[in-house]
């Protein structure tokens, strides 16, 4: 005869003597129920102060997953760029690009160990042209020298890496001048750490233009409009920028070991930024542009508006880097002069 294990111990033996049965069926059921009222006691002692889970003996706890607070940034961007005059920066453009052959020797800009000629000027600002990597570190050394000078409480919390050493992150990954380079740790190595040795990060949060430390991820900025052109983010940002990354991970650890945390597994993010024109070939000015917004968060880029016209955006970043205060060429030329005017800050026109 089978037996239910339920009620007190008392209705069980009472139960066992109306069935008649001996006193070893009794003995066993008393041993079952005994068994059984010990594992649902334990049970009940284990779910008792848990709170939110379901009341049933057998439920085990659950694990609720709150959201991560929201990280706002340390760093204060703002518009550290005096505002640019539109109409002044297209007629400083035009005029260098009708006059190269008589201002082609003329130095234009220096800023740091970027220096660039008036005959460079007009190759990198032509429509159509892709620009040169020393105009993107000419901005990135600006807006570094801006950030040290104008907001010296967050200075340091912003390093733009040089072209330089992204051209040996990728060098075996893409064809530079048609061919390909063994990639060399040692090289990047020793270029890092000639960068980093004039970099103050101490009690600094770092983001390497779109390597964002405190939100561990990497956020990715690209000014092409994928869907439009039939293409995925992710042939284009897949597993080809994860090595780049772990590769400038894994030697910022070599370098400095005890400054930065690694980050060849944070997650990618694509942000919502303005995107180009399509077949304009402005992605390196859309990269000054971001670089000049981005603080570690969202809004500034989610927000940025940038001319999709092809000669507003490179004039008015030609003139932000000839009239900067940081340039120490002298573009003082008497034919520019009028165009750059004695103070950028004093105009009245605004660029959108």
């Known amino acids: 005869m089978r037996w239910r294990v339920a009620g007190s111990l008392e209705e069980v033996q009472q139960r066992v003597r109306w069935s008649g049965d001996g006193g070893a069926a009794a003995a066993a059921l008393v041993q079952r129920w005994t068994a059984a009222a010990a594992r649902i006691q334990l049970q009940v002692e284990t779910t008792d102060n848990t709170e939110g889970v379901n009341s049933t003996p057998w439920a085990q706890p659950k694990r609720f997953i709150q959201k991560p607070a929201r990280f706002v940034s340390p760093v204060v961007v703002g518009n550290p760029q005096p505002t640019t005059r539109?109409?002044?920066s297209i007629q400083l453009r035009e005029f260098m690009l009708k006059n190269v052959d008589r201002l082609k020797s003329v130095k234009?800009?220096?800023?740091?160990?970027?220096?660039?000629?008036?005959?460079d000027v007009v190759e990198s600002f032509c429509n159509g042209?892709?620009?040169?990597?020393?105009?993107?570190?000419?901005?990135?050394?600006?807006l570094f020298k801006d950030d040290m000078t104008i907001k010296p409480d967050t200075f340091g919390k912003r390093i733009f890496i040089p072209t330089n050493l992204l051209y040996l992150l990728n060098i075996n990954l893409i064809k530079h001048n048609g061919v390909t380079q063994p990639f060399s740790a040692d090289a990047l190595d020793?270029?890092?750490?000639?960068f980093i040795r004039q970099i103050n990060t101490s009690n600094a949060q770092l983001s390497l233009h779109a390597i964002n430390i405190p939100h561990k991820r990497?956020?990715?900025m690209d000014s092409n409009n994928y869907p439009l052109i039939g293409t995925l983010v992710s042939d284009h940002h897949g597993a080809l920028s994860k090595r780049i990354v772990k590769r400038l991970s894994d030697a910022l650890h070599k370098v400095v070991p005890k400054r930065f945390c690694r980050f060849g597994r944070f997650r990618k993010n694509m942000m919502n930024c303005a995107w180009m024109a399509i077949c304009s070939n402005d992605c390196a000015f859309y990269v000054m542009k971001y670089m000049e917004a981005y603080d570690g968060s969202r809004d500034p880029i989610e927000?940025?508006?940038?001319?999709?016209?092809s000669t507003i955006v490179p004039s008015s970043i030609l003139f932000q880097l000839v009239s900067s205060d940081h340039n120490l060429a002298d573009p003082r030329h008497p034919e520019m002069a009028a165009f750059l005017g004695p103070s950028v800050g004093d105009a009245s026109e605004q660029a959108s």
């Open 190 to 194: 020793s270029r890092l750490e000639e």
């Open 129 to 142: 042209n892709l620009t040169e990597g020393l105009f993107i570190d000419a901005s990135s050394s600006m």
């Open 86 to 88: 539109i109409s002044a």
């Open 218 to 220: 990497i956020n990715v």
């Open 108 to 119: 234009l800009l220096e800023i740091d160990s970027s220096v660039a000629y008036a005959s």
């Open 303 to 309: 927000t940025l508006n940038i001319p999709t016209n």
